[in-house]
């Protein structure tokens, strides 16, 4: 008797572990297609442009009363930070994972952006009308313990921490 609910356990244990690398593995492609404009020098250029720039234009341009080509950084920028937040706030991809990599620059950024986000909601009348997810997910980021975050994803991949 000992023996066989021993060797369920350690099935079920092992049936457990298999299942989580599984779903981890399953978002791997969604992650690094999702953070391959992250990395790129062009990006990093329109977004460092809109942290130095866009505080000179008024907020009620909105975004789309902006000139160019202030405007267009700021909708691909806001863009792409609204699609990786969504991925990661509707469990498409790890929203752990997402915010450990791109805490830093997602909050500059929407530091950044946050007036002209509501310049435009104002604009088009509603609050959940422009970048509300983006907007969500900066507000988890900016609570979360990045450090602790890290230690978490490190223990779950099952590896050890290199120092």
């Known amino acids: 008797m000992t023996s066989a609910v021993i060797a369920a356990l350690t099935s079920s244990f092992l049936a457990w572990q298999a299942i989580r690398v599984n779903q981890n593995m399953n978002h791997m492609p969604v992650v690094l297609e999702v953070l391959k404009p992250h990395r790129t020098p062009d990006f990093v250029r329109k977004e460092t442009l809109l942290w130095k720039e866009l505080s000179d234009h008024p907020a009620e341009l909105g975004f789309f009363g902006l000139p160019e080509p202030i405007m267009s950084h700021a909708i691909e920028v806001g863009t792409y930070y609204q699609v990786l937040s969504y991925t990661s706030l509707y469990g ?5 994972f997402i915010a450990v990599q ?6 500059r950024t929407w530091e950044a952006l946050r007036e002209h986000v509501e310049g435009e909601r104002v604009l088009r009348g509603g609050h959940n009308t422009f970048l509300n997810s983006y907007e969500e997910f900066a507000g988890l980021v900016a609570t979360m313990d990045i450090d602790a975050a890290t230690r978490r994803l490190v223990r779950r991949s099952g590896k050890l921490r290199l120092r």
């Open 102 to 107: 791109t805490h830093y620059r997602l909050l």
């Open 92 to 96: 498409i991809a790890d929203g752990e």
